[in-house]
């Protein structure tokens, strides 16, 4: 018995990209624009999406909803009849803290692609895992809630590096907390310069007319790609 | 928490390039600018390969420095503080040029010196 050194240089997670890859091809065959919307638990997501996905302007969405355990997320968006499709990460050792590729994909069978314009996957919650996952999304969005406290950016990188759109929700509670708006500009701006940002409270409702509109005008883009 | 998924990636990636043979060293590149903990890491690997062919192999991890660009003035420097503004122009537009690497480099395996297929 001997050993030899093989030579490998491959991406650990190219398995996942590829998966990604086919997740995509068959959004771009639906004409189908991915959101992938990330954020720490309980920092609004799916109130969010409940406020923001009520009118859309004729944009037709779909929704997966990404937990470790149980369908409570996906239930409070029934009211709005669109198709909600839950997936839960439990089967893997103590419930996977992120989505890929393939749950995703796994997904993709209970959705009607035909009749869907913009998919918004919402991811677990957590601050680290999901940005190293992708699951063939356009863009990413990642929601921080002002509860949380303005040094997040500085303490997780990544996830505030790996998204076009930052979110900042509960604003309503700014006159409440400690929370220092200008220093977390500052520390967003040191990890990920120029991110555009949107200050919405999903409760009041402010700002939710802006995220609306980003939302139709991002799905419009690809339809209108479509068209040409 | 995600190292467990991450541990099980670097397993398939090595048990693909392996074709059967023992695995016994696994060299993996990982950037400074991923958040993995290194030794959160060599512990589920330990896990995840009980049973395969990486059983008992030794996981060697390399940790790449973060290197960045300003594509605006050109200067390149190592951040030690997560920050992605040029600190020579203050331009925020900024290529890393390394430091998101998490990327199998090699393997070692046990050949077996009869078999008719070593590699």
Redesign the interface.
């Known amino acids: 018995?001997?050993?030899?050194?093989?030579?490998?240089?491959?991406?650990?997670?190219?398995?996942?990209t590829t998966i990604a890859n086919a997740n995509r091809d068959d959004f771009d065959r639906h004409s189908v624009t991915v959101v992938n919307l990330m954020s720490a638990p309980g920092a609004g997501k799916t109130t969010l999406l409940q406020r923001v996905l009520k009118d859309m302007k004729g944009v037709r969405v779909g929704v997966v909803e990404g937990d470790v355990q149980g369908s409570l997320d996906a239930d409070r968006l029934a009211h709005l009849h669109i198709p909600v499709v839950q997936i839960n990460t439990d089967s893997?050792?103590g419930g996977?803290?992120?989505l890929?590729a393939n749950m995703v994909r796994s997904a993709l069978r209970s959705l009607p692609l035909d009749e869907i314009d913009l998919l918004i996957i919402e991811n677990v919650g957590?601050l680290?895992?999901p940005?190293?996952?992708k699951v063939g999304e356009d863009i990413r969005i990642m929601v921080a809630s002002v509860t949380e406290g303005e040094d997040k950016p500085?303490k997780?990188?990544?996830m505030f590096?790996a998204c076009e759109l930052v979110i900042v929700n509960k604003v309503d509670l700014l006159p409440y907390l400690d929370f220092d708006l200008e220093l977390f500009n500052h520390h967003l701006?040191?990890?990920?310069?120029?991110v555009p940002r949107m200050f919405v409270s999903a409760k009041t409702g402010e700002g939710m007319e802006g995220l609306r509109d980003w939302f139709v005008e991002l799905a419009s883009k690809r339809t209108a790609g479509a068209a040409n | 928490m995600h190292e467990l998924s991450l541990s099980s990636a670097i397993l398939a990636t090595a048990e693909k390039h392996a074709a059967g043979r023992p695995i016994r060293v696994v060299t993996v590149h990982v950037g400074k600018l991923r958040q993995v903990v290194p030794d959160s890491l060599s512990f589920y690997f330990e896990v995840v390969t009980r049973g395969t062919p990486c059983e008992g192999a030794k996981l060697e991890l390399e940790i790449i420095p973060a290197l960045l660009r300003c594509e605006s003035c050109e200067n390149e420097w190592e951040p030690d503080f997560p920050t992605f503004r040029c600190p020579f122009c203050v331009n925020g537009k900024v290529k890393v040029l390394s430091g998101e690497e998490f990327q199998v480099e090699s393997i070692e395996v046990e050949e077996d010196e009869h078999a008719p297929n070593q590699g």
């Open positions: 018995m001997h050993r030899t050194k093989v030579k490998v240089i491959e991406d650990a997670l190219d398995a996942n893997g050792f996977e803290c992120h890929d957590n680290v895992c940005a190293e996952f500085v997780y990188p990544l590096r701006d040191g990890v990920h310069p120029d």
